[in-house]
């Protein structure tokens, strides 16, 4: 490579290739009218035919790319769907937990109020028999707290 040359760098983009299909035909139909050594009427039913095969080269690349978003939707779709399933089995599961949580939260409260309720009443008794004996409980109580 010379000192005056300079390397060159080409970019391309990638799209559908429609737009780029549709002005390559129309080049092409361009090209052959002002080449093309025939008739008028010649002329003509080749640029007819070239038009029905372009409409119908368009018609199937519209097919392809209308299958091809139906397809693109439907995954989708389903990919949406799935997840909200999911997520709502993951609400349902966690209040099922949190339900039997509080159940059993519950029965432990009921079960501790119980035995609160059972030794508070060993208690009253204890001191109303004590009571019936009179102060000597109370000073062997005395005792054993010292």
């Known amino acids: 490579m010379s000192e005056f040359e300079q390397p060159t760098i080409i970019v391309e983009r990638g799209h559908s290739g429609f737009g780029a299909f549709l002005w390559g035909a129309v080049c092409g139909a361009a090209v052959a009218l002002l080449f093309a050594p025939k008739s008028g009427r010649e002329t003509q039913e080749e640029l007819k035919e070239g038009a029905r095969r372009l409409r119908g080269e368009a018609e199937d690349k519209y097919r ?83």
């Open 64 to 146: 392809e790319i209308r299958h091809s978003v139906e397809e693109g939707y439907e995954k989708a779709r389903t990919e949406v769907t799935e997840k909200v399933d999911e997520a709502r089995e993951q609400v349902q599961e966690t209040k099922r937990h949190a339900e039997e949580a509080l159940r059993a939260g519950k029965d432990a409260a009921k079960k501790a109020r119980g035995d609160l309720e059972k030794r508070l009443e060993e208690s009253k008794v204890a001191y109303k028999a004590a009571l019936d004996d009179g102060e000597e409980v109370v000073e062997e109580e005395a005792e054993a707290t010292t």
